[in-house]
């Protein structure tokens, strides 16, 4: 699976930006697809922030972005979307999408569940 994501930018606190991860893969079945968003803010660790499962459309959320975020995807695209409201400087990281395959919903949350990673994108928050 390769991932390509974008939409990153400079906004200031308050605004809203939405991500896009677009997805491809060749002779691969989507059915059992988790896409996940993670974020990394320097000098920090790579942390969760919303997953989608491709068949079904269950959602997951950090605490830290529920009611803020919102994951949704568009199958025919394939491309799942990051939509983030009322952001904060506290949200500035590189944001990543990512993929797996067979995920059950404890492990969701995991990175290191997650084999394919797109090459991210910037999200700088000013106060």
């Known amino acids: 699976v390769q991932l390509q994501a974008s939409g990153g930018g400079l906004v200031q606190a308050g605004s809203s930006l939405r991500l896009s991860c677009v997805a491809s893969?060749?002779?691969?079945?989507?059915?059992?697809?988790?896409v996940g968003w993670f974020r990394q803010a320097p000098g920090n660790e790579r942390e969760f922030v919303t997953g989608?499962?491709?068949?079904?459309?269950?959602?997951y959320y950090a605490d830290s972005v529920k009611g803020r975020f919102r994951i949704s995807k568009d199958m025919a695209k394939k491309t799942v979307y990051l939509e983030m409201n009322s952001l904060q400087p506290e949200d500035t990281a590189v944001y990543y999408c990512?993929?797996?395959?067979?995920?059950?919903?404890?492990?969701?949350?995991?990175?290191?569940?997650?084999?394919?990673w797109g090459q991210g994108t910037l999200v700088t928050v000013s106060s």
């Open positions: 990512a993929a797996a395959t067979g995920l059950i919903a404890s492990t969701v949350t995991d990175r290191d569940r997650y084999r394919f």
């Open positions: 893969a060749s002779g691969m079945s989507f059915s059992s697809v988790t």
């Open positions: 989608i499962r491709w068949s079904g459309g269950n959602q």
